[in-house]
């Protein structure tokens, strides 16, 4: 097994800048979401070498008796296969004869957490943050620790003293991060990712994994601006090696396929254009790209005839909701939905011939969107089972979801009226009337 300086590819009298370059260069080629496992090596190796009272320690371990060295990289390698049980057996025996040995200790910390032991976990972390209060990595310990246990308020406030400790630690901008996001606080989850980009520019160390959180932040809250410069700053790292273009390129392809597409073309077709420049040859990213541009004409189209005086406004509103249909497949919910616009214009029959004739020699594309159901109402010989089949289906959806016809909707035998929208028509992308401050679509929309 590596010693730590082995782990970081750097000689046994590395200076401090040595080190930090070494973990850069390091995490660069293994950022934590790819290579948790080797992410781990590098970190601990990292945090031991980069504080000078735990690496005299280090070194002192790694010169004792063969014997001694061998029950501690034992329990290193039982630690890092998974086997805590003879981790801490094996710790715990060189704990016996050096008792003050503070990266063995902090070891069996780690072995103890990962046993499900939390409280002895954090009994000796905080022995040892009390021992050597300036050692970011111990704090960090800790704060894991914290958080494993479910104390998220104490675990928040370690990794916001530890990086008062050390900056340049990737790992602590990442855990405070996850911390946030698991407190639900997005608002000041998003602040950390930007203020460790920040200082990740001023320090010049890498940053990648941070964007791993602040693009989709982005993209969950409508953040436009922010995702294209986020993305922009994305691209000219791309642009430095093959390695980052790789690696970002993987990131956003991933990415890309799991924005929804509901309320979230514009953020997509952003994420999407980013992509296709470093993966030109990606077949699921184009096949993505022509979707998406399918859809975006189909939704000039009906906001082009949403003011159309000659078609139904009731037309318009559903082809939008088909449009916004959620990628859900067989979606009960939204098939109801489109199950009640299509009521509507069956009770109205007659009047609608006309408009759905107009639709289909005007907007061919949008007609064909629900051709199937057009194609029936224009056809005068089927109208009678055109009624008996949404009679049935009007049983079926009221038995599978009777919350949905609730309060009077009672379609059975509806009398035609006129429809009339419901006034304010707010759009997609207009601010929510709920005063959130959020787009619709983010919103009460969603």
Partial sequence: MKNHYATLNIARDASLAEIKRAYFALVRTYPPDNHPAEFMKIREAYEVLVDD????????????????????????????????????????????????????????GEAYLNNENSGKAIRIFEALVEQEQNNAGFVRQLAHAYAMRGWSKKAINCYRKALTLDEDNLSLWLGLVKCLLEADDQENAMQTVLAGIEVSK???WDNLPLYAYVIPADISLGNLAGLKEHLAELNKKALENEENKAYIGRFLAGLAQEVPETGCRQELAL?????AELLPDDGVICQLKDKLLKQNNLALQVSKLLEDPEISPAIADMLESELEMCSEKECLDCEVTQFFYELDIIAQIESFRRKILLLKNNYPALYDMKRDFFDRILNRKQEQYLHD??????????????????????RNDPTPQPYVRPEPKIGRNDPCFCGSGKKYKKCCGM
């Fill in 53 to 108: 009272s735990t690496r005299r320690q280090y070194d002192a371990v790694i010169s004792m008796p063969e014997v001694v060295v061998a029950y501690y990289r034992a329990g290193q390698e039982a630690l890092q296969a998974g086997d805590h049980q003879e981790a801490i057996r094996l710790l715990e025996r060189v704990m016996k004869f050096y008792p003050h040995f503070s990266v063995v200790n902090s070891l069996l």
């Fill in 202 to 204: 001023r320090k010049g």
């Fill in 271 to 275: 994420v999407l254009a980013t992509t």
């Fill in 389 to 410: 089949d949404y009679r049935k289906r009007f049983e079926k959806y009221q038995s599978l979801c009777p919350e949905r016809f609730a309060g009077g909707n009672d």
